[in-house]
């Protein structure tokens, strides 16, 4: 079942911060992160695993509430190059046989 | 520098004829994955595989096949049988399933005409 993100849009002046969550009604083995830009690949974020492990490499920070499903990335003190799409992606506890699932995104857009 | 290559960046596909885009990746991973993107619904799964010789079915199946016939190839066939293949095709590749972070390639956008 597909995770739910939230919000759908955000408009930040640069400088801003934002928050992005992503929620699964199932419990979870690992919870990735991308950032889309108009018409090119997602490019990998970070991946946040059960029992606290975090992998990534931009600095973006984010957070895995595993009782909860939940997971939020954080973007502090934003950039216009933060622009773009974000997609959470969830991999269920259950031996991930229904593999890497996202959500529909969450179109960021930093403003000067 | 390594990397995952998908071909072409564009089809155009008659309505009854099958088409195949091409994912070839040199980063030696053992998983590979075909998405479909469609405007609003995020990527939808089609099929991963772990292992050559071996892939399963993700939730959007139905009208679409796959080989893996060698490690770094991994060729996604669009049948007629696919109803509605109007979309944007991603194919992605990993160290190994669940815990590792993807590497997408940049896509190819089919059209039917």
């Known amino acids: 079942q597909q995770p739910v993100q939230s919000p759908q849009a955000v408009i930040l002046r640069e400088g801003e911060d934002a928050v992005i969550n992503c929620s699964s009604s199932?419990?979870?083995?690992?919870v990735h992160w991308y950032r889309q830009k108009h018409g090119e690949a997602p490019v990998f974020l970070m991946i946040?695993?059960?029992?606290?492990e975090q992998k990534g490499h931009e600095k973006i920070s984010a957070s895995f509430n595993e009782k909860k499903q939940q997971s939020s990335l954080y973007l502090t003190a934003s950039q216009l190059s933060y622009s773009g799409t974000y997609f959470c992606?969830?991999?269920?506890?259950?031996?991930?046989?229904?593999?890497?699932?996202f959500g529909k995104g969450t179109h960021l857009i930093i403003q000067p | 520098d390594g990397g995952i290559t998908q071909s072409p960046k564009y089809l155009f596909r008659k309505e009854g004829q099958n088409v195949t885009l091409s994912c070839e990746q040199n980063?030696?991973?053992?998983?590979m994955y075909w998405y479909r993107q469609d405007p609003g619904q995020g990527l939808r799964l089609i099929y991963y595989?772990?292992?050559?010789?071996?892939?399963q079915k993700g939730d959007i199946a139905e009208g679409y096949s796959v080989s893996r016939e060698k490690k770094e190839s991994f060729p996604l066939t669009v049948t007629s049988a696919q109803k509605n293949p109007t979309a944007f095709y991603l194919c992605?590749?990993?160290?190994?399933?669940?815990?590792?972070?993807?590497?997408f390639g940049s896509g190819t956008r089919l059209t039917v005409v």
């Open positions: 992605a590749s990993s160290p190994g399933a669940w815990s590792y972070g993807y590497t």
């Open positions: 199932k419990a979870l083995y690992s």
């Open positions: 946040l695993l059960k029992g606290g």
């Open positions: 992606g969830t991999v269920d506890s259950g031996g991930g046989a229904d593999g890497l699932t």
């Open positions: 980063l030696n991973h053992d998983a």
């Open positions: 595989s772990q292992i050559v010789n071996d892939f």
